[in-house]
């Protein structure tokens, strides 16, 4: 009996997906859960499951296709495997150099590594564990250089790398062989200009469609005031090892802004809110989304009632939405809906910008860089700790003062980050 393969169902929000590899080719045995597919999708990378033991009968979709939900992806035929005929898929064995029984750094590019460390699936983690493979040693050939577990099952059989003394030998043997004279590649000459044309990943495309929807749906103004961060960074400076002891990690000035937008929002409700038609939908808890760049594009993990977090519990949840982020491991839930966006160009070394709305919210805050400026305090020129907030929001149901108003709020709590224990 043949069973489909299908793009299964992974939020209401997700509509297509696109094929991005096949794990297995036609006539592979596979056993019931095993990965056949992986397939992008505008939020999340998902891996699609065999649904039955059997043979892959066919493969409808191939690789860079774009699919919907629900749609056959390919065949699988249970019967194949209750006859016994399939020919089982060759287990990949897990090489053991002589190196320590560690694997061999047949590849040596580091390139999609980081501080945090290199960006893979989860299956792909999995199979570096089972087959003893450094990842930080992989080359990875998913979008934007993310490793997947094919490239991991490559690196597990390849050989290693040649130890010092063959890398030795063959510089020995350079010395006394002369380098043939290098001709002139006259097909690309100095100064020639060339081009790549690379497709958008599926977030990537979305991303673009849902900025411009933002600008031709709403009606975006953006305000800007300025806060002097001198009292939070000596706050900082006097916790932040006591804080660290206790909770594990840093404090970071995040969850200082995200403690005083809850108060500014309380204060002008409309800001939290979103328009449905000829309604106002006023939210009434704080989902607060924190925008986080990863390489293959911008997306915003929301903390879910932040108002009910400590500053240790959204300085916790900021570092690993980033993680996972880069990991590629955010799941649906983290990106599901949010009231109220703040967004961080600072950590680029951005000095003043717009941010675009995130719809349907009507309110975006954007944070920028910390810089010493001189600036008159009493009477008196002081060199303080300044940093430039703006305010994008809906014009349709946000009114100027109300904007203003906000950031002033915002500016008050956090220059007096005492007061955010009172609000």
Known sequence: MPSDIVVPEVGESIVDARVAKWLRKEGDSVAAGDPLVELETDKVDLEVSAPKAGVLARIDRKDGEDVKVGEVLGIIDESAAAKGTATPAPAVPASKPANGGKSSAAVQDTANTDSRGPRATPTARKAAQANEVDLARVRGSGDAGRVMRRDVEQAATAPATPTAPAVQARADVAKVIPAAPVAED????????????????????TIAKRLIEAQSTAAMLTTFNEVDMTAVMALRERHKQAFKDRHGIGLGIASFFVKASIGALRAIPRINAEVQGDEMVLKHYFDIGVAVGASEGLVVPVLRDADRMTFADIERHIRDFAKRAEDGTLSLADLKGGTFTITNGGVFGSLLSTPIL???????????????????????????????????????????????RFLVRVKELVEDPGALLLD
């Open 186 to 205: 006259r097909r690309h000459p100095a100064g020639d200009r060339t081009e790549e044309r690379v497709r958008m990943s599926k977030r990537r495309a």
């Open 358 to 404: 995130n719809p349907p919210q009507v309110g975006i805050l954007g944070l920028h860089k910390i810089q010493e400026r001189p600036i008159a305090v009493n009477g008196q020129v002081v060199v303080r700790s300044m940093m430039y907030v703006a305010l994008t929001y809906d014009h349709r149901i946000v009114d100027g003062s109300e904007a203003v």
